[in-house]
């Protein structure tokens, strides 16, 4: 084996056997072997780590021998958390019954179906195994970590090919093509903030300035429309759920980002897809033209068979390729690029409307933590949920021009909000226990999460909010 192939294996080792006393560390496993799975890379193709490929599924197993092993330390489930795993298993149940009683094309639709069980069984492992602060801060920084590495294979060792000005050829699970990659990497963007601005562990702010140019170079060669666009919504959405003195360091991180972003974006290529978003019809590429036209085709086969023709229908079955041929000329089996249409065209406007409203619950929960941490003075979990936020509503942007939307990564986010909104909760506990009986509480070390408020008495905190006229019964 290469030197990096056995430095992987030990990261992932490690993890796993800390894990299991700490089942966070195994969703850092798992988001490891997601971005990073041997069988995807040039050290992975031979030796041991080549006997298999499915590293996510045993990484999964694993999870359930963690949370299961630990179930005694888990923290109670809020309302929010029940309602949005419900909303997800309702979802669940949709697509196997329109897999099993209304898919055009089975042989397509399965592989969907068998993916998204997957997908959703894994939120919920993932949403039992977060139990900290500092689990959720370390899942963030190996997606970053893992971005990173991805990015150092691309500028370093030039992975990947240019094609037409765009960089094709880098494969990891939901990687398809220039514009999966792009998507999935830019979601890490907010995160990387956090890690600089916030600086939530020793060595984060070493992690997020190494990682950054890396991922952003990486991104700016796949050349991806969506992800420029969502990485710009992401920004401003850091701005606008920021609160206090959060949103100075929001606009700090955004100011240098855009200044990043335009000293490394030197090849006209790049602006020329940029510009292209906002153009008129007649000024439209043939690319941009024919992805609006797949659009409209499938508005047309959702308002035909409204509660769905199976995984991928859109336009990747024979009932989806009649929509496809009459309004692009062609008769390749070419998905719809829009995810939003896709689920509702594959899964039904109802699955449509579960999987949504599951999400929107999700950051609607986080919305209120971040406003609570805001008035408690935490900056450092404002920041957090707003770089959430941030992340979310950016990859709503990109699946746009993708079909991301039920995507693996894009149901982590709605756990991860969920998550965080939970640290309200233990954080609303300790402010009760501190008002009752603030002479006998010195430090809460050995609480799940431990807070930065400024080294302020438990007196000046408590004065602070009854001036705001804030009840915390």
């Known amino acids: 084996m290469s030197s990096t192939a056995v430095v992987w294996l030990l990261i992932y080792l490690f993890l796993i056997l800390k894990g299991l006393g700490r089942p966070g560390l195994l969703v850092c496993a798992y988001v490891l072997s997601f971005y990073v799975a041997p069988n995807f890379w040039w050290w992975g193709k031979d030796g041991l780590l080549a006997t298999t490929s499915r590293w996510s599924l045993y990484t999964a197993i694993l999870l359930i021998v963690g949370i299961l092993l630990n179930s005694h330390k888990s923290n109670a489930l809020l309302g929010a958390d029940k309602l949005v795993l419900f909303l997800l298993s309702l979802y669940t149940l949709n697509c196997t019954m329109v897999h099993f009683f ?106 997020g300035f190494l990682c950054a140019p890396l991922v952003l170079d990486s991104v700016l060669r796949f050349n991806s429309r969506g992800a420029f666009l969502g990485m710009i919504v992401s920004g401003i959405m850091m701005l606008v759920m920021a609160r206090g003195k959060s949103r100075r360091h929001a606009f700090v991180a955004v100011f240098f980002g855009v200044l990043a972003f335009l000293y490394q ?56 390729n009649l929509y496809s041929s009459v309004a692009l000329g062609r008769d390749d089996l070419r998905s719809v690029h829009n995810g939003y249409i896709s689920i509702a065209a594959g899964w039904g406007i109802q699955g449509f409307l579960l999987v949504t409203l599951a999400f929107l619950i999700a950051m609607g929960r986080t919305w209120l933590a971040v406003k609570y941490f805001q008035e408690m003075g935490n900056e450092n979990m404002v920041f957090l949920g707003a770089a959430i ?15 991301y939307y039920d995507g693996e990564w894009f149901v982590w986010i709605s756990i991860y909000g969920l998550a965080y909104a939970t640290f309200e909760t233990t954080e609303r506990e300790r402010f009760n226990r501190e008002r009752e009986s603030p002479e006998q509480i010195e430090t809460f070390s050995d609480d799940p999460i431990e807070f930065d408020w400024e080294h302020r008495s438990v007196t000046e905190r408590m004065d602070r909010i009854s001036s705001q006229g804030v009840s915390r019964n």
Do not use: H
Not at 159 to 174: C, H, N, Q, T
Not at 296 to 319: C, E, H, V, W
Not at 389 to 403: K, R, Y
């Open 265 to 320: 974006a030197q090849d006209p290529k790049i602006w020329e897809r940029f510009f292209s978003i906002g153009a008129s019809e007649t000024e439209r590429d043939n690319s941009a033209a024919s992805r609006i036209d797949s659009w409209k085709a499938g508005i047309q086969m959702i308002a035909d068979y409204p509660l769905g023709s199976g995984g991928r229908a859109a336009f990747i079955s024979p009932r989806g």
């Open 102 to 207: 209304l898919a055009d094309y089975p042989i397509v639709s399965y592989d969907e179906w068998n993916l998204l069980w997957k997908t959703m069984l894994t939120a919920i492992l993932f949403r039992l195994a977060i139990q900290s602060i500092e689990d959720l801060n370390w899942i963030l920084a190996t997606s970053v970590i893992a971005c990173g590495y991805i990015g150092y294979e691309i500028v370093i060792n030039d992975a990947g090919k240019s094609i037409r000005g765009r960089l094709e050829g880098i494969d990891f699970p939901g990687a398809s093509g220039s514009n999966g990659a792009a998507t999935i990497m830019s979601m890490v963007f907010p995160y990387l903030a956090y890690l600089v601005i916030c600086k939530p562990f020793k060595y984060s702010r070493i992690i």
């Open 389 to 403: 936020l941030a992340s979310f509503f950016g990859q709503a942007v990109t699946t746009i021009f993708g079909d």
